[in-house]
């Protein structure tokens, strides 16, 4: 680990103490251990894929939904549903389970297939359920509230409304759903406040 993935674990690590104090030896230790120095747990999923670009740019981040269940479906199972598609594999960077747990798609550094005309700047971060009829779990939004922290400061730019949005800014799509859109200037608010702290 060098020193600038250095501090940037310890940026992240320290929007985590202000989320959970008393979980912060335990994120100490998962952060070090994770293949990418990042500061926010990340199941592996260890998905195979098709051929991937790496992205030679990366300046904001689109939440999307799952939109036609609202089961709490795995990155597997979506990976599955993309190769169908007849595309390389999960079109989602990370997807973040109903428990909260954030398990890894598409490899980070690559190029996407989750925003029509924005994939190749653009990281994609997926809650999983149907928000146009359903809520996010809280657990769901405190981690992607630490996702969006993590992913804004390992790319160099703030957690703020013009680098996060949601898909339908882009496309003409519900995605991410109202209930969830609706949310997004709160969780943007969330990610940029544990920005502030460890920074
Ligand atoms: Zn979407």
Redesign the pocket.
Known sequence: MNRRDFLRNAICMGAGAVLAPLLLADRVEAAWQEPVPFGVPVRETNLSFGPLENRTRTDAIIV?HIGNTNADVSAATVHAWHKANGWSGIGYHFLIRKDGTVERGRPMDTVGA??YGENSHTVGVNIVGNFEAAWPEKAQLDAAARLLCALSVYYGFAPQKNTIFG?RDFNA?A??GCNLYGLLPALIEQAHTFYMAGG
């Open positions: 999307h989750h925003c898909h799509t995605c991410p």
